[in-house]
Structures are given as structure tokens and as C-alpha cells.
């Protein structure tokens, strides 16, 4: 049995969904949700093996709610904006239905879907994908993150800096810091090359929060930042961040 | 027939530029011929106004060899020949003009015979800078003309656009209507036509009365009521006199539009969009209100939709209409201001 959850704000939208899922027989509805955030929740709490997921919703969008619930699940995404980048989903979100759909599409996203589930997920991790699909020249305006069942949202000025730690990084923000699964590098590609540094193989700072360089060691130095914290520069790094400060 | 007789105003700017011409040829020609006062004005009054007839002829050679069309050279060459037909007929003129003067003033036609290399010479570069003055000015009229198009095709552009998403989220819906409540689902059809069918007629006009671009608001915002449901409340307060103003089309729609988009859309339990319309004299006043998630990502909230009615006010009133985004914690207003192109209000 394959245990699905539809993600809409729309009554209407879900109401198709259902009505096209309840003819399949091995599929059974588990839940809906109507915004992005709830979405996380009952994914984390009931863990359905398919979602249906819209874009554009209330709290979080689609794209944000992939990113956060993991590809371990298989996602539908189902929207009436053709506009996203469908060669990323190609490769990790199984289909991609455009509204208005007729049953007979939905029974192909459904094959894919059983294909899907038959084999073992790939591991493309989620953020790539969303920095895959971001259209170019845009950058993040905000980072999701989960704790638990929790979201957290962090709009991009507010983070002072991020750090490597294994696979998950640690986003500094207002004094508090948040575990995330992603590369730092993934995470500096999608955020505005103009405004953060990569100023170590590990760190990544928000120019803003730059108070001073002090130097350290013979090849490095010391990133002082606004509220009192301290990052390592490493000597690409300083040659970026003065490259950028000089702008200024 | 030259653009510039169409106009007494134009021929009479004409005739000042020429009686200042015409007084520097009469002090040329009176030096060079010893003329006195009398017969100064006696010959160079008629030759200014011959001039001033055959230099309007300029008007055809810049038309018929616009620069660009051919080579620089060529474009002088034909200048030059045409310049020198222009001098040889007001020449031919002013012998006429001489010969018969001769019997007024006794000996004219032999004083004159030294200001003819003036005249000629005159003649000649006159028809030149008119040939030149008329080259300019059809560019300007051109490049006016090629403005005017650009603002109109960008204006047609602009109204034409009826919001892909919303046509394909209301089909969607109409589709899920099918099944579970047909007869809502053809009420929904009827309904998204008649919005299709009255924006694009609607579109296609300059001016509309208010009262049917209200209508116009209604049908869409009943079209969207069966996609949010409880999600979209309205409230709407208008002036009895607003209905009468005369406004382009398509101008509050896209603003209703984006509260439902940006706003509405973004809150889980929706919310109350206020629409209030204010006639004052002169003047109409309209403001869309809506409720929105300040977390929202920001991206959503700047639409073309503003940039595009805004610039559509531009375009029209210049300064004369505003519009104006007030941003508070959670409320999104625009206020729209605008002259009332209609009917006085009956009781003002």
C-alpha cells in the first residue's frame, strides 16, 4: 500500500487529487495539509512514502518544503506555473503535473511513482536540487531549516555567518546557530556572491557583519565580526573578502 | 501640398521669418545696387516673397532623398542642383521684376546688374538651409511619430494580459467541479468567460466608465471565490459618484489581482480584502486593501502588475494621477489617484 498526503491550500485542488487517488487501489490518502509548514510536520510525524505538493502555498512553498522534508519520499509537484526549472525535478521530484491534468496524466505520474518507490531513492540531496532549480541570477532571500518538527525560517541578512561541520553546516544567526544538512558550498552558490564570503574552506560570512581583519598566524587571519564573534580568513579567503570590501 | 499651409498660424510664423530675411536681402541688395529707400522695398519686396514661395518646394527634395536613403554625397549633389533651379527661377523673377520697375524708377535695371551675383549667391544658400530645416524637421516627426507608436503597442501590450496562473488555477478548479458539483462547474465557466470576454473587450478601449470596470472586479473576484472559498472575503464601499468617472480599463483589476496573489494567498486562513472608492470633484480616489504574511518571502509581494498600472497612469496623466504603496506590519494598501475624466457629479 502506498501511503500518500496531498499538499495544497486550495479545497478544490485537493478535492481532484482525491478523487483521482481513490481510484487507484493500491494508494491510500493518509492526510492533507494546507500550507507549507504543516506539510513538515505531518511528513515528519506520519511519513508517507508520496506527497503531492503544490508550489505556491501559505508559510512555506513547495520548493522549501522538499528541501526540508528530504528525498526519502516521493514528491508530485503540482502547479500551474510551467516556469520552474523541470530539468531539476528531473532528477529527484518524480513528476510534475501541470493544473489543469486529466486522469490519464495522473495515472502516468503514478507508474513513475511506483517506479519510483520500487527502487532505491537517489541521493541527490534536496538543497542541490533547489539551488538547481533557483532561475538564474536569484538568489536566496530566506533559509529554511528543521529542528524536529519545527521550522525555522531565516531571512538571509539575519545570518552573521555559516560553518562546516561534517555534512550539515551551522547557520549562525542573532546568536543562535541551526544545524542544517547541506554543503557549505551548495549553500554559497545559492546565496548572493555580493554580499557572502567564502572566506575559508569551512566559513562563510555575511559582509555586512565584518567588523575588522585582525591578522593570526603567518598565512591567516581573523574575521571580528559585529557581535563579537570571531571567524577564521584563510589567504584566498582575505584576498576575496578585501577584493570585495574595496568595492565598498 | 506642403504640411506647413495647413495651418494659418504656420503660414503666418512662416511670413515673420520672412520679413527678417527680407530685410537683410533689401540692405544686401542696396549696397551692391546703390538703390534708395523706395526702390529697395520696391524690388526686394516681391523677390522675398518669391523666395519665400519656391524655398516651401525644399519640402519636397528632403522628402524625396531623406538622408540615409542614399549616399552623403549624392544627397548634397541633389541639393546643390536642386538650390541652383530654385535661384535661377527667382532670378528670372527679379529680371521680369527690374525690367518693369525700370518704368517707376529710371536706370534700375542697369544698377541692378551688379547685386545679380548677390542675389544668385543668396538665393542659393537660403534654398540650401531650407532644404536642411526641412531634413530635420521630418526626423523629428518621424522619431515623434515612432515614440507615439512605441507607447501605444507597449499600452496594448500591457492591457492585453490576462494572468496565465489564475486562468489555469480557475480551470483546474473547474475541473475538480465536474465530478463532485457540475452545475457549479458550469456556473464557474459562465463566470470565468464573461470575465475573458469583458477584459479583453474592455482592454480594447481607452476610456471606460468606472461602474464597468467594478463589474469587470465582480466577475473576476467571482471567479476567484470559488477557488479560495472562506479564504477570500470583500468588502467594497464606493461612491455613488465613482460609477460615472471615466478611467482607462484594467486599471484596478490587476491591483485586486495582486491583494489575492501576494496576500490572500499567502495566509493559511485568508482574510478580508476592503476595496473603497472616493469621488471628489475632479478627482477619484480608489484603495485596495488586503492583509498579508509579513514572513512571506519577499519576491512575492513585488508584481509587475503595479509596475504596470503605474506606468499605464504615467503614460496618460503625466503627474496628474498617483499611485501610492503604503506597507504597514500585516496590511498591504495601494491608493489610487486619478482626474475623473467623466460627467460632473449631478449634486456638486
Known amino acids: ?248 | 501640398m506642403h504640411p506647413l499651409l495647413k495651418s494659418w498660424k504656420h503660414v503666418l510664423q512662416y511670413l515673420s521669418v520672412w520679413t527678417v530675411l527680407g530685410a537683410m536681402l533689401g540692405f544686401m541688395l542696396a549696397v551692391a545696387g546703390h538703390f534708395n529707400l523706395a526702390e529697395t522695398v520696391a524690388i526686394t519686396a516681391p523677390i522675398t516673397i518669391a523666395l519665400a514661395v519656391v524655398c516651401l518646394s525644399a519640402w519636397f527634395v528632403a522628402r524625396s532623398s531623406p538622408p540615409g536613403s542614399i549616399s552623403a554625397w549624392r544627397v548634397r549633389f541633389r541639393m546643390g542642383i536642386a538650390a541652383m533651379f530654385a535661384s535661377a527661377v527667382v532670378l528670372a523673377f527679379a529680371h521680369v521684376l527690374a525690367k518693369a520697375l525700370n518704368v517707376v524708377f529710371p536706370g534700375l535695371e542697369a544698377r541692378f546688374l551688379p547685386a545679380v551675383p548677390v542675389l544668385g549667391g543668396m538665393c542659393w544658400l537660403l534654398y540650401l538651409l531650407s532644404i536642411t530645416l526641412h531634413h530635420l524637421w521630418i526626423a523629428m516627426e518621424r522619431s515623434k511619430r515612432a515614440e507615439l507608436l512605441s507607447r501605444e503597442s507597449e499600452l496594448k501590450a500591457l492591457k492585453a494580459q490576462v494572468n496565465p496562473h489564475f486562468l489555469f488555477n480557475s480551470l483546474n478548479s473547474i475541473s475538480a467541479l465536474t465530478s463532485v458539483d457540475p452545475a457549479r462547474a458550469r456556473d464557474m465557466c459562465i463566470r470565468l468567460s464573461d470575465f475573458l470576454r469583458n477584459s479583453l473587450r474592455l482592454g480594447e478601449r481607452v476610456s471606460i466608465p468606472f461602474a464597468e470596470e467594478l463589474a469587470l472586479l465582480t466577475t473576476y473576484l467571482e471567479v476567484e471565490q470559488v477557488r479560495f472559498g472562506q479564504r477570500l472575503r470583500i468588502a467594497q464601499d464606493f461612491d455613488s459618484g465613482c460609477a460615472d468617472c471615466d478611467v482607462p480599463p484594467l486599471l484596478v483589476q490587476p491591483l485586486v489581482e495582486n491583494a489575492i496573489k501576494h496576500g490572500i494567498a499567502t495566509l493559511v486562513d485568508g482574510g478580508e480584502i476592503a476595496l473603497t472608492g472616493r469621488r471628489n470633484g475632479q478627482n477619484l480616489r480608489v484603495v485596495v486593501e488586503n492583509p498579508f504574511d509579513p514572513d512571506a518571502p519577499a519576491t512575492r509581494r513585488t508584481g509587475f502588475g503595479l509596475v504596470s498600472v503605474r506606468n499605464r497612469l504615467e503614460a496618460r496623466y503625466g503627474g496628474a494621477a498617483r499611485l501610492q504603496i503604503e506597507v504597514g506590519d500585516k496590511t498591504y494598501r495601494v491608493i489610487l489617484s486619478l482626474p475623473c475624466g467623466g460627467k460632473e457629479p449631478e449634486h456638486a
Not at chain 1, 102 to 110: G, Q, Y
Open chain 1, 1 to 248: 500500500m502506498i501511503r500518500a498526503a496531498i499538499v495544497d491550500d486550495e479545497e478544490l485542488a485537493r478535492q481532484i487529487l482525491r478523487e483521482y487517488l481513490n481510484s487507484e487501489e493500491d494508494v491510500q490518502v493518509i492526510g492533507e495539509s494546507t500550507n507549507g509548514f504543516d506539510a513538515v510536520k505531518f511528513v515528519s510525524e506520519r511519513k508517507p512514502d508520496l506527497i503531492f505538493l503544490d508550489v505556491q502555498m501559505p508559510k512555506l512553498d513547495g520548493f522549501e518544503v522538499l528541501e526540508l522534508i528530504g528525498t526519502d519520499i516521493a514528491v508530485v509537484f503540482v502547479t500551474a506555473y510551467d516556469q520552474y526549472a523541470m530539468k531539476a525535478f528531473d532528477a529527484a521530484a518524480v513528476d510534475y503535473l501541470l493544473k489543469p491534468f486529466d486522469a490519464e496524466r495522473f495515472r502516468v505520474a503514478m507508474q513513475r511513482v511506483r517506479r519510483r518507490l520500487g527502487e532505491k531513492m537517489q541521493a541527490v540531496s534536496a538543497s542541490e536540487l533547489k539551488n538547481a532549480a533557483q532561475p538564474p541570477g536569484q538568489y536566496a532571500q530566506r533559509l529554511v531549516v528543521k529542528d524536529g518538527t519545527r521550522v525555522h525560517v531565516i531571512p538571509v541578512d539575519q545570518l552573521d555567518y555559516a560553518e562546516a561541520q561534517d555534512d550539515y553546516i551551522a547557520l549562525h544567526t542573532g546568536g543562535k546557530s541551526y544545524l542544517k544538512q547541506q554543503t557549505i558550498t551548495s549553500l554559497s552558490e545559492s546565496l548572493d556572491p555580493g554580499r557572502f564570503v567564502r572566506v575559508h574552506r569551512s566559513f562563510l560570512v555575511n559582509l555586512e557583519r565584518v567588523r575588522n581583519i585582525e591578522p593570526y598566524t603567518k598565512d591567516t587571519r581573523l574575521a571580528i565580526l559585529s557581535n563579537g564573534a570571531q571567524v577564521p580568513v584563510s589567504r584566498a579567503g582575505f584576498v576575496r573578502l578585501k577584493e570585495l570590501m574595496g568595492e565598498r
